[in-house]
């Protein structure tokens, strides 16, 4: 299947209106909460290493990039006032160090008037000269940069965005496809990989090689895991050396198109039928709670109802004894499932706004005991969302069970035994509907077979 990622791309065109519209509104209403009348975004600023001239990546502010689909652009700037075409300050510096931004085109480039500059210093006569009546949002480092603009961030137009960037558009969602098709070509190239005794680092190689994505590129450091690296949740170290026995293999890897994310978990038993079939089961697990996923369903119930079937599992599977309660109350699902069901999704990996109430600044706190839990919203029609549960044999976790009520109910001999494997995580990124949920990720993985 050929996958168009070009900012040519006539399926994305022809939903970018709409999307620009949706971002009007929004910015409309945020403008006229905060009384003012243009909204100044900047990309954001190369960041040098200390005491070097050599910058870390690029990471541009998600608020240019939920606008644009301009990844690589710094020291740019996006001006915005109702009523008015919106103005991009572009910036391409005459430089032979580097490759610069190449001339403005794609499907966006008509919806702007766009400005060339050829140094960042040459901004402010394209911006609104009334600066009083700007508010600018990005990350300003040096003050010179916000034009002497002086209100910054302001928290209640960030809490506008933020509540809203919650629900995506259709040209969003069709980015997101794209992008969860594209890390599902890297995901199936990783798995045959695996099977081929491959090393973490080759692995890598061929999840970037499939996907055509840089490790700057990617919208996280790829989580490549083998054996017992399975139990580091953010393990990111890429071994050279294929180990002597290879076990399991748990991989967390996404990829991105025009700047909104893929995040998603596969793991699998390279020969173990028992591992293989304690995937097997966790996977029906995962597939059960998605099935939970709807708008005006509660996060923060499907996490513990998560919690309840874990425990469940853990007995099943002899890892634990003792009832639900007692199992979730003494703390032993939370050391096998240390982390939350998801997050919210979209031009930030962990997109922000998960925590929100409404768009004043109201937030709903994670329930008591769960402080990782990144989504406790009420999910709605759109969102885009991951459902990752997991099982894992952390040892630093589980010690601490020792010496309190939760010890009597592990079986540590199970957990001797499972201990090589690391753990097992399926993460999923689902979009909520009225009824149910649409899941990109199963659909791509039937799709790129
Ligand atoms: N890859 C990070 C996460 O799953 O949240
Ligand atoms: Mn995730
Ligand atoms: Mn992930």
Redesign the pocket.
């Known amino acids: 299947m050929l996958l168009d990622y070009s900012d040519s791309n006539t399926e994305l065109g022809a939903l970018y209106a709409a999307h620009l519209d949706t971002l009007f509104r929004r910015f409309d209403h945020a403008l006229e909460r905060v009384g003012a009348s243009h909204a100044v975004i900047f990309s954001g600023s190369p960041r040098y290493a200390f005491l070097d001239d050599n910058h870390y990546p690029f990471r541009p502010n998600p608020h240019f990039v939920a606008w644009l689909p301009l990844v690589d652009l710094p020291l740019s700037y996006l001006v915005y006032t109702p009523g008015e075409k919106p103005v991009l300050v572009y910036c391409q510096p005459r430089d032979y160090w580097h490759v610069v931004p190449g001339e403005p085109s794609g499907y966006w480039s008509r919806f702007f008037d766009v400005r060339i500059v050829h140094d960042v210093t040459e901004t402010g006569k394209h911006l609104p000269e009334s600066r009083g009546k700007c508010v600018l949002v990005g990350e300003i480092d040096d003050p010179s940069l916000a034009f002497g603009i002086e209100r910054v961030n302001p928290e209640s137009l960030l809490n506008i965005l933020h509540y809203a960037r919650g629900v995506k558009t259709d040209y969003e969602l069709a980015c997101m496809r794209l992008a969860t098709r594209r890390a599902v070509r890297g995901h199936r190239a990783a798995e045959q990989a695996f099977r081929a005794g491959s090393s973490e680092f080759d692995i890598h190689q061929a999840y970037c090689k499939a996907t055509d994505l840089t490790d700057n590129e990617l919208p ?1 450091k790829n ?1 490549i895991a083998l054996n017992r690296n399975a139990a580091t949740l ?1 393990y990111t170290k890429l071994d050279r050396e294929a180990p002597g026995v290879v076990r399991s293999f748990l991989i ?1 890897a ?1 990829a991105s198109v025009h700047g909104y994310a893929a ?1 998603i ?1 596969r793991t699998y038993s390279f020969e173990d039928p028992h591992f293989a079939d304690l995937i097997h089961r966790m996977d029906a697990l995962q597939r059960e709670i998605v099935k939970h996923v709807h708008a005006g369903a509660d996060y923060r119930q499907l996490h513990l109802d998560t919690h309840r079937q874990l425990a469940e599992f853990l007995v099943d599977i002899e890892l634990a004894s003792g009832n639900s309660d007692t199992l979730i109350a003494t703390g032993v699902t939370t050391a096998f499932f240390p ?1 939350g069901l ?2 919210l999704l979209g031009v930030q ?2 997109d922000t706004g998960g925590h929100m109430e409404n768009d004043t600044g109201t937030t709903i706190d994670p329930p008591s005991g769960h402080p990782y839990l990144r989504l406790t919203r009420r999910l709605e029609e759109n969102m885009v969302l ?1 459902v ?1 549960p997991g099982l894992y044999v952390i040892d630093l976790l589980l010690r601490s069970l020792k010496g309190t009520d939760a010890e009597g109910h592990v079986n540590w001999p199970e957990v001797d035994r499972w201990r090589p494997f690391g753990g097992i ?1 399926i ?1 999923d990124n689902v979009r909520v509907l009225a009824k149910g949920s649409e899941n990109l990720t199963r659909d791509a993985f039937r799709e790129v077979a």
């Open positions: 996280y989580i953010h967390d996404g995040d978990t982390h998801g997050h990996v962990h991951t990752e995580r993460e």
